[in-house]
């Protein structure tokens, strides 16, 4: 036998051997059953536990739950943080009764991942539904301790309901042991709309750290019940600049009257400074008539800022006394932010050409989240001339309108919105459907 005769031979009584060795599964670099994760999750070994639990949270299967949850009391606490985890990704109401135990673990860092996984279990309800860019707001895993969800304006669908022993879970964790563990869990209450929490809420925020106060304030206007007002109307004089900023904005956001003395004083006070511009974007989110003198002033302002935030303060009053200054304004403005602004503020004073104005906005790349909040400002009273834009030609405008629609909640639209479900563009088809299910549920 020739030697390469020869090495061909080994090479395949090799094969034959190694065979023999490996189950054909691995072979084939098939994945392991679920029968044999469910093995895995009691090896002795806790690296092995560990994959196990994040292979079966991948599965997405609902057969995953069972072995879960009783490994949730695993003495390797990087094991119980998987599992955890994989708790959440499966999304099984089943494991609420275990969450809400892991919520109160000895680890700082599977208490975290129970306020994700618990979070998760809400927010991202429909993850199997066609998305656009415009939803992923809402359909994502979410992370309630980074930064950037921190900042971000997420919440649950209306139509969701949180059961009332998730809610009283989380309102302890705002006063656990980690100041970290308690901002998660402020982040989590208001992603989760969860309104009986308010009073533990304002409670937290005498005893929390300056993170903590803001977390809490952030998630007060997403729970958006201003009764709070008056609770909050210390943290205006906050030392901290951070608590005083975004007490000052909730606030604005709450359109809360009883604030407006306290906060034109601030903006007396602190002329040419950023407080000032905060105060003043709080003073035209109130909208009250007593402001129509400041707002006419500087509706004339160099800075654009101002003049945007001084027309939607004249939107909100409504006066139609001021409609010709402010359409004298409209026809010497330059900045396109504040060409929208006045459009929405001529639209309330009785200006109903200026609507198709502000839907026109929707396909601007830097302005439609400007123009689409007037317009679910605007509400249920211009929900049926929206719906006869629908058919725009621009499919920007289409999907940003079936999101403006979904959102403003008027259920009447559902069957101007059913033929975009044919539409051409995929994201309109999806935004549609997404807004049909809204209004479906409202």
Avoid at 3 to 15: K, P
Avoid at 170 to 185: E, H, Q, T, W
Avoid at 238 to 248: A, F, L, N
């Amino acid at each position: 036998m020739n030697l390469r005769r020869y090495r061909s031979v080994l090479l395949v009584l090799t094969l034959i051997v190694a065979a023999s060795y490996f189950p054909s599964s691995t072979a084939r670099g098939d994945e392991p059953t679920l029968d044999q994760l469910k093995v895995e999750l009691r090896d002795q070994d806790p690296k092995v536990r560990k994959k196990a639990a994040q292979q079966l949270g991948a599965t997405r299967s609902r057969e995953a739950v069972p072995p879960l949850l009783a490994a949730a009391s695993d003495p390797d606490v990087e094991v119980r943080e998987e599992v955890v985890k994989a708790l959440g990704l499966l999304k099984d109401e089943s494991a609420i009764t275990m969450l809400l135990t892991t919520l109160k673990d000895r680890s700082d860092s599977v208490r975290e991942e129970s306020i994700i996984a618990l979070v998760n279990l809400y927010a991202d309800r429909d993850a199997g539904f066609s998305i656009t860019r415009i939803a992923k707001k809402v359909y994502r895993k979410i992370n309630v301790f980074s930064d950037k969800v921190g900042n971000d304006p997420l919440v649950i669908e209306s139509y969701v309901r949180v059961a009332p022993a998730v809610i009283d879970g989380l309102s302890d964790r705002l006063f656990d042991s980690s100041m970290a563990i308690r901002v998660g869990a402020a982040k989590a209450l208001g992603i989760l709309r969860a309104k009986p929490a308010l009073p533990r809420m304002i409670e937290a925020m005498k005893t929390g750290d300056s993170n903590v106060r803001v977390a809490i304030l952030r998630s007060l206007y997403k729970i958006r019940d201003a009764s709070v007002d008056s609770e909050i109307l210390i943290y205006l004089n906050d030392q901290d600049k951070g608590v005083r900023d975004e007490t000052i904005l909730t606030l604005g956001l709450l359109r809360s009257t009883a604030a407006l003395p306290a906060i034109r004083r601030l903006y007396d006070e602190n002329p040419d400074t950023k407080l000032r511009l905060r105060a003043f974007q709080a003073i035209s989110l109130i909208g009250d008539p007593s402001s129509l003198d400041l707002f006419r002033r500087l509706l004339k302002d160099p800075d654009a800022i101002y003049r945007q935030y001084a027309a939607e303060g004249m939107a909100r009053v409504g006066d139609p006394i001021d409609v010709e200054d402010v359409s004298r304004a409209f026809l010497g403005e330059k900045k396109f932010n504040v060409q929208l602004a006045l459009s929405y503020a001529l639209y309330r004073m009785g200006r109903q050409e200026y609507l198709d104005r502000l839907v026109s906005g929707l396909s601007e790349r830097m302005h439609y989240e400007q123009a689409g909040s007037y317009l679910i400002e605007l509400g249920q009273p211009v929900s049926g001339e929206l719906t006869r834009h629908l058919n725009h030609p621009d499919a920007r405008v289409r999907v940003q309108l079936c999101r403006v629609l979904g959102l403003i909640g008027d259920s009447s639209a559902i069957p101007h919105l059913k033929p975009l479900l044919q539409d051409s563009n995929k994201d309109v088809i999806s935004e549609a459907a997404l807004a049909i299910r809204r209004l479906g549920a409202s």
